[in-house]
């Protein structure tokens, strides 16, 4: 639908409709038991979405468009997402959540070693 509602848009407006459209990975934070094939092939289609929407060509750097454009990565909203859960339920008043994060489960969970260790924390 961007594509072709959007074609003849200023760049400056595709990477906003990006930004605002396909930076959201909805529940990426909780992709920690995944297979790395599937997650890649997410990797290179949201890279893709970006070279299609500035009609780049397939073998033009997306790093390099990222970077040009100011547009986020992949690997940046998914580290963005998990920054916002871990953020959200360590300052969240909520009783139960409060006793969920203060539990040595937690701090022992396979998830949260996985936000630890992309968020280099």
């Known amino acids: 639908m ?3 509602k959007f074609s003849a848009a200023h760049t400056t407006t595709k990477i906003m409709l990006f930004n605002a ?3 959201p990975v909805y529940e990426c934070q909780l992709w920690f038991n995944f297979i790395k094939e599937p997650f890649r092939r997410i990797h ?3 890279n893709n ?5 500035l009609k780049m060509p397939t073998w033009c750097s997306a790093s390099q ?10 690997l940046a909203a998914v580290r963005k997402q998990q920054f916002s859960i871990l953020r959200s339920l360590c300052l969240c008043n909520n009783d139960i959540t409060q ?4 539990c040595d489960h937690f701090w022992r969970s396979p998830i949260l ?3 630890r260790n992309d968020l280099h924390v």
Do not use: E, P, Y
């Not at 468009?65 to 992949?74: D, E, K, M, R, S």
């Not at 006793?99 to 203060?102: D, I, K, L, Q, Y």
């Open 2 to 4: 961007l594509l072709r």
């Open 21 to 23: 459209f396909c930076s």
């Open 44 to 46: 290179v289609a949201f």
């Open 49 to 53: 979405d970006l070279r299609l929407l």
């Open 65 to 74: 468009l990222f970077v040009q454009h100011g547009a986020i990565t992949f």
């Open 99 to 102: 006793a969920f994060v203060s």
């Open 113 to 115: 070693a996985k936000w």
